[in-house]
């Protein structure tokens, strides 16, 4: 039997494969496009289009990590993003409401819609593959009764501004050298950031060994908040020698954050693992099953109308067309990014993380000039090897 000293030495150099592998994976693509691509991919403009461009599948994969964590899927997001963008479009140019009260307006829809899904799902007890393929049908139906084969637009200055607009730049800029000039305010809130990351992992860390867990060795510890804390500021740097912050990219950090609070410190985000992890299990503990699904798609519903307004916004048009295929490049952002395909498994950064995965994907096969089918083809493998990883991984921690 090995003692406590001994555990100890192991943790000092290993690696735990399965929460660790989906950073070193992001890494290496980085690393491959970069050099595919000259350094273009890592150019300033490029890191501020990659944000922009797939910000509204990012707030989709914050939500559908929780729905595939407690278990379920949901199908139905790509055309909710259409009919919320058609909805708020309507309310806005059509009948000239403000625009936070359209906004409002088209989230509360959005949560009408998950409660809809909920209901048949944790109420009814149909299955949410079957639930959500129907809403998948019937809401894109509704979004071409809406608006026919016409888009609606333009939109108001303040969503076009939410979905593309960025930071002003308050104190103005200051000199990085060979890097020239930076917006003072960005640089700012990078470093508020890292403090934020810092401080949030070492008080969790001093929480673990309170309750005596095992914790990772001091020098790895610094190692692994150093090397985030790094890779913030390189990419806030950047963002700052361009245009300063994009507001979507305040909005998706302001997202991960209360969510992954939400889902690993409060009494619902333990819930939500308890029944993706065994719901006979955690209905015997008392957790109220049916409400806790019920709430997680109504989530989705809202963060599937914050993106449909996001996406209408940045196109400055609502169109029929819209979120086709978003639904699957939500779900593959959370399997990437390390959700189990059983459930009870998961976290919003590895969601957000796998989301980054796709669309350095996409963006750098674009700056090769790859066709359509080649890329594709590249992410169809990437959610392949991305399952097959979580499913060696598991078979082979239960064969220790």
């Not at 003692?3 to 660790?20: D, I, M, W």
């Not at 350094?39 to 403009?45: N, R």
């Amino acid at each position: 039997m090995s003692t406590r000293a001994e555990l100890a030495s192991r943790r000092r150099f290993s690696v735990n494969p399965r929460q660790s592998g989906i950073y070193v994976a992001f890494a290496l693509i980085v690393l491959l496009f970069t050099a595919l691509t000259g350094g273009t991919l890592l150019e300033p403009q490029n890191i501020s289009n990659i944000i922009v461009q797939n910000s509204y599948v990012l707030i989709l994969a914050v939500g559908m990590i929780l729905v595939i964590i407690a278990g379920h899927i949901d199908l139905s997001v790509g055309s909710v993003v259409a009919l919320t963008g058609a909805l708020c479009a309507v309310l806005t140019v059509r009948l000239g409401l403000p625009w936070p009260l359209a906004v409002l307006v088209t989230l509360v829809a959005g949560g009408l819609i998950g409660a809809w899904h909920g209901y048949w799902i944790a109420y009814f007890g149909i299955p949410a593959f079957i639930v959500t393929l129907g809403g998948m049908l019937v809401f894109r139906a509704l979004t071409l009764n809406v608006l026919g084969n016409q888009g609606i637009g333009p939109f108001p200055e303040p969503i076009r501004t939410l979905a593309n607009g960025f930071l002003p730049g308050y104190l103005g800029n200051i000199g990085l050298g060979p890097l020239g000039g930076a917006d003072l305010l960005s640089l700012l809130a990078g470093l508020a950031v890292v403090a934020g990351i810092a401080l949030t992992q070492w008080r969790a860390r001093r929480g673990r060994a309170g309750y005596g867990q095992e914790i990772d060795p001091a020098p790895v510890f610094v190692a692994k908040v150093v090397a985030a804390g790094l890779l913030v500021l390189a990419v806030v740097v950047q963002l700052a020698r361009f245009r300063n912050l994009p507001w979507v990219l305040v909005l998706l950090a302001a997202l991960v954050w209360g969510y992954s609070v939400l889902a690993g410190r409060s009494v619902f985000g333990r819930r939500i693992y308890a029944i993706g992890g065994n719901p006979q299990a955690a209905t015997l503990s008392g957790v109220n099953v049916r409400a806790v699904t019920f709430w997680v798609f109504v989530n989705m519903g809202v963060l599937a109308a914050l993106a449909g307004v996001v996406f209408a916004g940045r196109l400055n048009q609502a169109g029929p067309t819209a979120g086709a295929s978003f639904e699957l490049d939500a779900i593959a952002a959370a399997f990437i990014g390390g959700a189990a395909v059983q459930g009870g498994v998961g976290k919003v950064v590895g969601a957000v993380t796998g989301g980054l995965i796709m669309a350095v994907i996409n963006n750098g096969m674009s700056l090769i000039g790859a066709p359509s089918e080649q890329v594709m083809l590249v992410k169809g493998l990437v959610l392949l090897a991305a399952v097959a990883y979580d499913v060696w991984t598991k078979r082979r921690s239960h064969a220790r």
